[in-house]
């Protein structure tokens, strides 16, 4: 499947269902079951594929909202102006929020969602990424939870597309130069 575009396998399918083991078994003890469900907001589209495997490796019932949010500004960066183009389906007040992205770049998104979220007042409110980038040190955002740790590279697959294509590999890799031109 798209035959040579993948330049490398930055990580595996089984090294990303390893990780979504540890990190459903990290959250699940610091979210003890309690009357109300852990509530996980995915973020569209990018986190769809986390979202489902981590939500059915957590051993603790939760609930799934998704938003689907778009930054202003150029396509290939972030403008840090963000719009809803759908909102979450229920309340959030009082209960326990964890976001789930599958990638921290800039930070920016983040950075206004957890802004937008909390002025809900939900109980708490934390991070789940699959993928962080360095860069996203540059604007201070508070993420708990971190799958991995990746190199300033473009990379594709697990969700995460490149003119929306590639979300369906089951592996993270990096472009081959030659899509881009
Ligand atoms: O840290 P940042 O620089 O803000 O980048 C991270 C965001 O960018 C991607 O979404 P994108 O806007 O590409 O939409 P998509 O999930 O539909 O691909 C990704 O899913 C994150 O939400
Ligand atoms: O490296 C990336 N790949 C795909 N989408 C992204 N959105 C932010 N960073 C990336």
Request: hydrophobic fraction near 45%.
């Amino acid at each position: 499947m798209y035959d040579g575009d993948i330049a490398s396998v930055l990580i595996t399918e089984q090294q990303i269902s390893e990780k979504i083991s540890e990190l459903a078994e990290q959250v699940a003890k610091d979210y003890p079951e309690t009357g109300a469900d852990l509530v996980l907001v995915g973020v569209l589209k990018g986190a769809v594929m986390f979202m489902t495997d981590f939500a059915r490796a957590l051993p603790v019932p939760v609930q799934l909202e998704f938003m689907a949010v778009s930054s202003y500004g150029s396509a290939t960066s972030s403008s840090g102006v963000v719009r809803i183009l759908k909102d979450l389906d229920r309340d959030i007040a009082g209960r326990d929020v964890v976001i789930v992205e599958d990638i921290i770049d800039s930070g920016l998104t983040l950075s206004w969602l957890l802004k937008n979220l909390a002025s809900r007042n939900p109980r708490s409110l934390e991070v789940c990424t699959l993928l962080r980038k360095p860069d996203a040190v540059k604007v201070e955002v508070p993420v708990k939870y971190v799958g991995f740790e990746i190199p300033n590279e473009f990379v594709v697959g697990y969700g995460l597309d490149y003119a929306e294509r590639y979300r369906d590999l089951p592996y993270i890799g990096t472009l081959d130069p030659k899509v881009y031109s």
